[in-house]
């Protein structure tokens, strides 16, 4: 550090303990220690108990911001309790280093992908280091390097040849900016997740992981997960999986050998079915027009592919639509209805066609009402009016009306019954589920991924990539231009492209796509268990000493996305027979985000607040005990309310400690000063729990109550050489060991003590010590309460009963009348008897 630096850290405070205290040095000390140490490297063949710690791996954009310093500061306070708490811990780091961020960045800094990735991921992995968090940096990986995507290409083919990736045409979410392809999850309320273009739609033949087949147990075993994730992740999830159950009935059409299938979750409401509606861009629209309307549902279209599915979802938009020109028949009446298409429908959702009912559901009441069509109320909903006359849908239950063999029906549940038996007995319909869940679709047009190991060949079609060729590796393309095009920069790379078909020999062509990174990001964490492993992705048996990881910490902006993808591929794996597991995350905890003045920071605002310059101000230490100590984890930080200034002091005032107690090391505790004793053994105990629950930021208070208490023992009260002092100052440092390495190593060794207090363990207590000090006795007189006292736990009887006769509330209360009989039950109870 500069020696202006220095200044600048001594300007904060001039007490005499911050002059002795010299932040940056502790730091240029320790750090070469821990490296020589390697304290946290995690032992697969320990006889102790396992932990695993995760947390969210980074990108690779510039160095560490507030953000990184937020959750790993917050992850490390778990990670390091548990060391103390005596159990082999995994604690890993590595880089999420593919994809379009590194990818966009690198263009608009005209460099190779390759080049700034590595550049930023050395300047993370060294400021991480200094950053103090206790990582096992021998287990660091990088999803762009060769010999970890070679894993993701093998689960890629083993997906593949379970059913499980497949490609098709449909019409997909496509971002103009990015000029790639997006899932599903990648756009939010209509936009691309990474720019914020809008997203549009196209029709292209992409690769896809069949999660939809996992849907039910993805569902399912939230219910085990719901203790102990956050409950907004929970919902998310179970939100975004979208369980529906209905039916599926089949509209014949005159001269068309296939009906028109629908998914509806209300079949009970079949007989007030006036109308249908295809979605405009389903193939099914296409096919049904007649050649008359054709014209009319291509100008619409037109319009139609512009819009995003939130627009096309949302309630309170005018309808819109063009009639098809063919009628259907409703399968329980016989009646013809006419099929209309429009945006309000999706094509990728149920069957693409649904039954309108107007009178019960509110869209298609808005279409009738613009296109003129009947409304038709079958459920006769007590309190409510005709729909037919009010332009308002009812959906409640009531008795049913219009509906054949329904008729006189009151509750739902019984009518849709009714319906489905009905149907299928007719051979028109089935009682099915349906999810909002689509698969997932993992090409992508982009250069910095993994390449897509299947060739294809006008002869054998999709030929597989065989495994001993893996890994199929990214050419450099070094000075290539990598704008998006919309067709991958692979494509234009002819040596790379043009190969020998795998089967035939003929020549072919590999996919020039590569994958979502979600891919990669989907299997790290198994990946950490046996890095280096080479006979597979991971090692079967050290996954089955590590997993599940026992808690998750990171952003909630991940709810849906990489969770779900991560729970699908455990899940997957476990099918294999590679993992004995089926969900990858026992715990999960998301933390805040740290703004300033109240508003995210940003570059237009100017409210950034930087990493390095707090750093370079207060110290690693005094940063991580401003954020661990800001609030509850999931809250959001603002900068501008918390003060380092303050938490650097507070370390002062520690470290302070470990350089007044004059008893020599070793010295046992018992016999010091009991008051101090019994504020280290609760403050001891207490922080147990409060890491153990999250409450990190209520354990550092907890932690500047013991400094306090100590160093009134020491000015004013057993002195600095009472060995409770010296159980206190060490106390202290153990704790602050989760906090605040750097002063906790440095309190230790001025206590006397070898690196590492890191790894000491947890201090032990005397459960006398938690003794209460106090209880409260209850005197009643003839059964009534009339006072409580504050008693020792271990007063006599005699004592207590003289206690309880001298209490001014009971004299008033005997009221002078004789007392003949006492029941002294101490410490707890005084029965008077007048
Ligand atoms: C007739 C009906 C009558 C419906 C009624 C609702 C109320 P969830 O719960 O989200 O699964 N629907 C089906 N496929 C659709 C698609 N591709 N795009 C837009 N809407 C679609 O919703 C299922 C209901 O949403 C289905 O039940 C269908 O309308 C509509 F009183 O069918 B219903
Ligand atoms: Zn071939």
């Not at 005018?318 to 009446?333: E, I, R, S, Y």
Request: overall charge negative; aromatic content about 10%; charged content about 25%.
């Amino acid at each position: 550090m500069s020696q202006q630096e220095t200044h600048r850290s001594e300007q904060t405070d001039q007490s005499p303990e911050a002059a002795a205290y010299d932040v940056r040095a502790v730091q240029d000390k320790w750090l070469p220690v821990w490296e020589r140490l390697n304290p946290f490297q995690a032992d697969d063949d320990s006889p102790r108990e396992k932990k695993y710690a995760l947390t969210m791996f980074p990108y690779p954009s510039g160095d560490l911001h507030m953000g990184h310093a937020e959750v790993t500061a917050l992850h490390d306070v778990i990670a390091r309790y548990w060391w103390q708490r005596g159990y082999e811990v995994l604690n890993p780091m590595g880089w999420d280093s593919f994809g379009l961020p590194a990818e966009n960045a690198a263009i608009r800094n005209d460099e190779h992908p390759a080049t700034y990735t590595y550049a930023n991921i050395e300047t993370q992995y060294e400021s991480f280091k200094r950053y103090g968090i206790s990582f096992d940096w021998s287990r660091r990986l990088h999803t762009s390097d060769p010999e970890y995507y070679r894993w993701t290409q093998w689960l890629f083919l083993k997906f593949r040849e379970r059913g499980l990736a497949y490609r098709k045409s449909s019409p997909v979410n496509w971002c103009p900016n990015d000029q790639t392809v997006l899932a599903n999850e990648q756009v939010v309320d209509g936009r691309c997740e990474r720019c914020g273009a809008e997203v549009t739609k196209r029709e292209l033949t992409q690769w896809y992981f069949k999660i939809t087949d996992y849907a039910q147990e993805l569902l399912d075993c939230l219910d085990d997960l719901e203790p102990t994730w956050p409950a907004r992740v929970v919902t998310a999830q179970r939100n975004w999986i979208g369980r529906s159950e209905g039916a599926h009935v089949d509209f014949a059409v005159e001269g068309r050998d296939e009906p028109i299938r629908v998914f509806t979750t209300r079949p009970d409401t079949l007989y007030g079915a006036t109308f249908m509606v295809v979605a405009a861009d389903a193939k099914l629209a296409a096919e049904l027009v007649t050649d008359e309307q054709r014209p009319a549902l291509e100008a619409y279209l037109d319009d139609v592919r512009k819009e995003s599915d939130i627009d096309r979802l949302a309630t309170d938009r005018p309808k819109t639509g063009v009639f098809l020109g063919v009628h259907a028949t409703n399968p329980v009446n016989g009646e013809q209805v006419p099929v209309w298409a429009s945006d309000y429908v999706l094509a990728d959702y149920g069957t693409g066609a649904i039954m309108a009912v107007p009178a019960h559901d509110q869209r298609d009441l808005d279409f009738a009402k613009a296109f003129d069509l009947p409304v038709r109320m079958v459920v006769d909903v007590p309190g409510e009016d005709d729909p037919a006359t009010t332009y308002v849908a009812t959906s409640g239950d009531g008795t049913y009306v219009n509906s054949g063999p329904l008729d006189g029906i009151t509750d739902k549940a019984t009518g849709i019954r009714t319906i489905i038996e009905q149907l299928e007995a007719d051979g028109t319909g089935t009682g099915t589920v349906n999810f909002r869940l689509r698969d997932w679709l993992l090409s992508r047009q982009r250069y910095w991924g993994v390449p897509i190991p299947i060739v294809h060949c006008d002869a054998c079609g999709e030929v597989a990539v065989p495994y001993d060729q893996l890994p199929l590796e990214l050419p450099e393309l070094r000075g290539a231009d990598l704008k998006p095009k919309g067709v991958s920069p692979l494509a234009a790379a002819e040596d790379w492209v043009n190969v020998d078909c795998p089967q035939c020999g003929a020549p072919a062509k590999r996919d020039s796509d590569t994958m979502d990174t979600f891919v990669d990001s989907s299997w790290y964490f198994l990946r950490y268990c046996s890095p280096g492993y080479e006979d597979g992705p991971f090692d079967v048996e050290k996954a089955k000493a590590w997993m599940p990881a026992d808690i998750y910490v990171g952003g909630v902006e991940h709810a849906v996305l990489h969770l779900l993808y991560a729970r699908f591929f455990t899940k997957v794996l476990a099918d294999m027979g590679m993992l004995e597991v089926r969900e990858p995350f026992a715990a999960q905890l998301n933390q805040g985000i740290v703004i300033n003045q109240g508003k995210k920071m940003s570059k237009s605002l100017g409210n950034g607040v930087s990493l390095g310059d707090q750093l370079a101000e207060f110290g690693v230490d005094a940063v991580r005990v401003t954020l661990v100590f800001a609030g509850p984890p999931e809250d959001d930080i603002d900068w501008a309310d918390v003060s380092p200034a303050g938490a650097l002091r507070f370390l002062q005032r520690a470290w302070r400690l470990s350089g007044d107690v004059t008893s020599a090391a070793g010295t046992p505790a018992a016999g010091g000063d009991v008051a101090l004793r019994r504020i280290t053994a609760r403050t001891v105990t207490d922080a147990a729990e409060l890491v153990e629950s999250y409450r990190f930021n209520v354990m550092v208070a907890r932690v500047m109550e013991l400094v306090n208490a100590t160093r009134k023992a020491i000015d004013t009260g057993a002195g600095p050489a009472d060995p409770a002092v010296r159980e206190a100052a060490e106390t202290v440092a153990i704790l602050l060991s989760l906090v605040a390495p750097y002063v906790a190593e440095e309190m230790w060794e001025r206590l006397g003590h070898e690196p590492t207090v890191a790894k000491v363990g947890w201090p032990e207590v005397d459960p006398a010590l938690l003794v209460e000090e106090s209880v409260t006795a209850i005197v009643q007189i003839q059964g009534k309460v009339r006072a409580r006292l504050e008693v020792a736990p271990d007063i006599s009887e005699a004592d207590l009963e003289q206690l309880a006769l001298a209490d001014a509330g009971v004299v008033k209360a005997i009221d002078g009348r004789p007392v003949r009989k006492v029941i002294v039950k101490a410490p707890k109870l005084v029965n008077i008897v007048v």
